[in-house]
């Protein structure tokens, strides 16, 4: 800091001498007008390295930065895509159905987000009775779930050694019986699996 405050009041002082003998009209004032200034003495000049990329990186690393700007073209292809390749822009969809059930139009091969909705309030609605009916006790026996009018068509050698969970509430029209019901096939006993009805 002291070293740039000397450099400073040197050159404030070369200004000022300049002023004055610009103001007396001559190149340099007479003798008792001269300040003194500090000498500084440079250290003797040593031969210059070579440039090397190294010395100004140091153990840093360079980034690798774009040297032209991208043209008007690349960057609308980018930004709304090419019919040759992919169209980001947005488009009519081809692939909507009308759900036979709703009315509600979904993609073909999903299924209609109306209809699955009356579906998950259903089973929540199942869940929350089994929950009630049977708390946190561990599960051994086989849950029945039964809603309103289906014990009396079953008789009592039916419900022998199971859970029964019911609903006061009729069953939906859309909810059919079998939907609860276990399959009646054996597992298989292999885990090999022949394609058939190929022709």
């Known amino acids: ?39 500084v003495q440079n250290e003797p000049s040593l031969p210059k390295p070579a440039f ?8 840093g690393f360079l980034w690798g930065v774009p040297t032209a700007r991208r043209t008007i073209e690349k960057r609308m292809k980018r930004k709304y895509g090419h019919p040759d390749y992919v169209m980001k822009i947005l488009q009519p969809k081809k692939n909507i ?44 026996n086989e849950v029945v779930v039964l809603y309103e009018g289906e014990k009396a068509g079953k008789p009592d050698e039916f419900f022998e050694g199971k859970r029964i969970v019911e609903i006061p509430k009729p069953r939906p029209a859309w909810f059919s019986k079998n939907l609860l019901q276990q399959t009646t096939q054996q597992p298989a006993t292999t885990t090999d699996v022949k394609p058939s009805d190929l022709g």
């Open 1 to 39: 800091m002291a070293g740039s405050l000397l450099i400073r009041l040197n050159v404030a002082i070369q200004r000022l001498e300049l002023a004055i003998a610009s103001v007396l009209g001559r190149r340099f004032p007479p003798d008792g007008y001269c300040l003194a200034g500090v000498e």
């Open 52 to 59: 090397s990329l190294k010395d100004i990186i140091g153990d």
């Open 97 to 140: 159905k009308t759900c036979s059930e709703c009315g509600d139009d979904h993609l073909i091969g999903v299924l209609c987000p109306t209809c699955y909705k009356k579906v998950i309030d259903e089973t929540k609605e199942m869940q929350d009775a089994i929950q009630k009916e049977l708390q946190l006790s561990p599960v051994e």
